[in-house]
T-cell receptor, first 113, second 113 residues
Framework: QKEVEQNSGPLSVPEGAIASLNCTYS??????FFWYRQYSGKSPELIMS????GDKEDGRFTAQLNKASQYVSLLIRDSQPSDSATYLC?????????????FGTGTLLAVQP | DAEITQSPRHKITETGRQVTLACHQT?????MFWYRQDLGHGLRLIHY???????NKGEVSDGYSVSRSNTEDLPLTLESAASSQTSVYFC????????????FGQGTRLTVV
């Protein structure tokens, strides 16, 4: 089982719709979760971080965390063509006495005008 | 402004040659990471460092080495380049070990022929 898993997509949504991106992780004691956006040919950039169970909202973005189910999601409301990118889920995973930041394979989102 | 820079941006090398990719950050972050990104695999952790003289192996460390002689730099060395190491390499740094944002460099596209 991969430590962080995402559906690779592509996820296609019409402009103005809600895009829902999902991620599961294997380490039950992980405490830090991140969503990065990566445009083609560019480096990843952070869009959301979440550390506690529940929802965290930032503008059109909402991150949802359920530690019992080892599940984190990202909702994008009023999707725009400019949101078309690959969305990477990242989780802080235990590595013996230390931690490492592990990424999922990413979900490609395509917002259709 | 603080930043993280990688060099070169593009490199073509021959099988068997030693190659070093540079990463320099001015954030004064203790934590630095090297990832490779390939289609279908997402970002995979190669090596990481939590401070000067500290290095740790990631998921795909075979054939790679790093050294950390100062806070600003974490060069990645491919001891004997192989075609399987053709990839896009990203360096990142963060303020803490797992609960804050990681900032990424622009990436280095390496082709081994």
């Amino acid at each position: 089982q991969k430590e962080v898993e995402q559906n690779s997509g592509p996820l296609s949504v019409p402009e103005g719709a809600i895009a829902s991106l999902n991620c599961t992780y294997s380490d039950r004691v992980s405490q830090s979760f991140f969503w990065y956006r990566q445009y083609s040919g560019k480096s990843p950039e952070l869009i959301m971080s979440i550390y506690s169970n529940g929802d965290k909202e930032d503008g059109r973005f909402t991150a949802q965390l359920n530690k019992a189910s080892q599940y984190v999601s990202l909702l994008i409301r009023d999707s725009q063509p400019s949101d078309s990118a690959t969305y990477l889920c990242a989780v802080n995973i235990r590595d013996g006495a230390t931690n490492k930041l592990i990424f999922g394979t990413g979900t490609l989102l395509a917002v259709q005008p | 402004d603080a930043e993280i820079t990688q060099s070169p941006r593009h490199k073509i090398t021959e099988t068997g040659r030693q190659v070093t990719l540079a990463c320099h950050q001015t954030w004064n972050h203790n934590n630095m990471f090297w990832y490779r990104q390939d289609l279908g695999h997402g970002l995979r952790l190669i090596h990481y460092s939590y401070g000067v003289h500290d290095t740790n192996k990631g998921e795909v460390s075979d054939g790679y080495s790093v050294s950390r002689s100062n806070t600003e730099d974490l060069p990645l060395t491919l001891e004997s380049a192989a075609s399987s190491q053709t990839s896009v390499y990203f360096c990142a740094s963060s303020e803490s070990r797992g609960d804050t944002e990681a900032f990424f460099g622009q990436g280095t596209r390496l082709t081994v022929v």
